[in-house]
């Protein structure tokens, strides 16, 4: 599968071609340096090791200065494997959005979602609360109401939905479309919105 690393910029709108404004958001893709090469006679698959984003020396682990080295790039923010990539690249060499995406491409995003701390059931799962104040009900709106569990479970079951902690997990979005490409600014516009804040790491396959 063919990808890349990228940023979140931040979403704005465009126009398309019937006047319809559109919501997008531009992430900026690449260049991404190709730091391995995985082959199926030494490693059993094939893969590309792709970094991206710029990380200051001191704070990288000289096991990994080492291996950025080997590739003769500076140390990376973000390093990911992509298994099965199509494009003929070898150790050192720059992978740019225009080699991999193009307009129209339905793509798949991959990021970790904003975190919203601890959060209660009517935020986090979309309860509707009782409503109205009935039976002698007093400020118990947003409850998340009995468990259904007495002295048979006598426990709670896993999944249930209850309140905790909110977003700061892994998200895939599926079927994105690609709205434009621009390979000189290497930025990319996908409609609709992904995962993560502005300035977080994103994942983008095609």
Same mark, same amino acid.
């Given at each position: 599968?063919?990808?890349?690393?990228?940023?979140?910029?931040?979403?704005?709108? #465009?126009?398309?071609?019937? *006047? $319809?404004?559109?919501?997008?958001? @531009?992430?900026?893709? %690449?260049?991404?340096?190709?730091? !391995?090469?995985?082959?199926?006679?030494?490693?059993?698959?094939?893969?590309?090791?792709?970094?991206?984003?710029?990380?200051?020396?001191?704070?990288?682990?000289?096991?990994?200065?080492?291996?950025?080295?080997?590739?003769?790039?500076?140390?990376?923010?973000?390093?990911?494997?992509?298994?099965?990539?199509?494009?003929?690249?070898?150790l050192g060499d720059t992978i740019t959005?225009?080699e991999v995406f193009a307009e129209g491409?339905?793509?798949?995003? #991959?990021?970790?979602?904003? *975190? $919203?701390?601890?959060?209660?059931? @009517?935020?986090?799962? %979309?309860?509707?609360?009782?409503? !109205?104040q009935t039976h002698g009900q007093h400020?118990?709106?947003?409850?998340?109401?009995?468990?259904?569990?007495?002295?048979?479970?006598?426990?709670?079951?896993?999944?249930?939905?209850?309140?905790?902690?909110?977003?700061?997990?892994?998200?895939?979005?599926?079927?994105?479309?690609?709205?434009?490409?621009?390979?000189?600014?290497?930025?990319?516009?996908?409609?609709?919105?992904?995962?993560?804040?502005?300035?977080?790491?994103?994942?983008?396959?095609?």
């Amino acid at each position: 599968m063919n990808g890349l690393i990228g940023k979140k910029i931040g979403m704005t709108s #465009v126009y398309d071609a019937s *006047g $319809k404004n559109v919501a997008c958001t @531009v992430i900026e893709l %690449g260049p991404c340096v190709v730091t !391995q090469v995985r082959t199926e006679d030494k490693d059993g698959y094939t893969a590309l090791q792709l970094a991206y984003g710029n990380r200051k020396e001191k704070n990288t682990p000289s096991a990994l200065i080492g291996h950025f080295n080997q590739a003769n790039t500076t140390p990376k923010a973000k390093v990911l494997e992509f298994r099965g990539m199509t494009l003929a690249k070898q150790l050192g060499d720059t992978i740019t959005v225009s080699e991999v995406f193009a307009e129209g491409d339905k793509v798949n995003v #991959v990021g970790t979602s904003k *975190g $919203k701390g601890f959060q209660g059931v @009517v935020k986090r799962h %979309g309860f509707g609360g009782i409503m !109205q104040q009935t039976h002698g009900q007093h400020n118990r709106l947003r409850a998340p109401g009995s468990l259904g569990n007495s002295s048979f479970a006598a426990k709670v079951m896993k999944g249930m939905r209850m309140a905790g902690q909110m977003g700061n997990e892994r998200v895939k979005v599926r079927r994105l479309k690609v709205l434009k490409v621009f390979a000189d600014q290497n930025l990319i516009l996908i409609k609709g919105a992904v995962p993560g804040h502005n300035g977080a790491f994103v994942v983008i396959e095609k």
